[in-house]
């Protein structure tokens, strides 16, 4: 079946750590995003990516650095840098350009925790 | 960016009933997309609806636009208890931008 696969499922970060969050598509879809999600709140754009080895700064960036170099891929580095890193962090992806008229999918998540 | 709104923040109702969910917003938009999400889950897309439609239906899902009043609102017939889940609306604004409201949390009692 065609999805999106993040893990892991729960991560757990150390001070001055930087940590991957994994995000992986086999939808051929040409478009994804990293959304954060903070307790009551809506979804946060963190980054997106239309085409392979080109992304763009969302909302929130600062803290966050990512890369394309596979269509399939989109991880997501937390570097030390994000003070406030503890929240539930979605990947998404949806078949042609970036918030155009099309739905996103997402994968189920990765909960990140501060040690 | 701007947030949208959406109410109720919570709702409960009976299973069985209906549940109306709404969702204001203050800038033109493209479109107008609502998400489900289960708890710990990630989003679910259920139905997108564009500025030249007023109402569009997915099986016992019913959305309504009204762009004169800046709202949308989301109507689930006969809920069943599966539907317990936080719903999200989401709008495409003019400068093609995603804004995703803070969710409404529905809770079907058996």
């Known amino acids: 079946d065609g999805g999106i696969t993040q893990s892991p499922k729960y991560l757990f970060r150390k001070e001055g750590q930087n940590v991957t969050l994994s995000c992986e598509q086999n939808?051929?879809?040409?478009?994804m995003y990293w959304y954060r999600q903070d307790p009551g709140q809506g979804l946060r754009l963190i980054y997106y990516s239309q085409i392979v080895n080109d992304f763009q700064k969302g909302d929130i960036a600062e803290g966050y650095s990512v890369s394309r170099e596979k269509k399939e891929s989109f991880p997501l580095t937390v570097t030390s840098a994000q003070k406030n890193p503890t929240a539930f962090y979605l990947c998404?992806?949806?078949?042609?350009?970036?918030?155009?008229?099309?739905?996103?999918?997402f994968g189920d998540g990765t909960r990140l925790s501060i040690l | 960016s701007q947030q949208g709104e959406e109410d109720p923040q919570a709702l409960s109702i009976q299973e069985g009933e209906n549940a109306t969910m709404n969702c204001s917003y203050k800038?033109?938009?493209?479109?107008l997309q609502w998400y489900r999400q289960n708890s710990g889950r990630g989003l679910v897309h259920l139905i997108l609806?564009?500025?030249n439609e007023r109402e569009k239906h997915s099986g016992r899902l019913r959305v309504t636009l009204d762009t004169s009043k800046k709202s949308s609102s989301l109507l689930i017939t006969a809920s069943r208890a599966a539907d317990t889940a936080s719903y999200f609306c989401?709008?495409?604004?003019?400068?093609?931008?995603?804004?995703w409201g803070a969710g409404t949390k529905l809770i079907i009692k058996p």
């Open positions: 800038t033109s938009i493209n479109n």
């Open positions: 939808l051929n879809h040409d478009a």
């Open positions: 609806i564009r500025s």
């Open positions: 998404a992806s949806s078949t042609r350009g970036v918030f155009e008229s099309q739905p996103q999918h």
């Open positions: 989401a709008r495409l604004d003019s400068n093609y931008q995603l804004i």
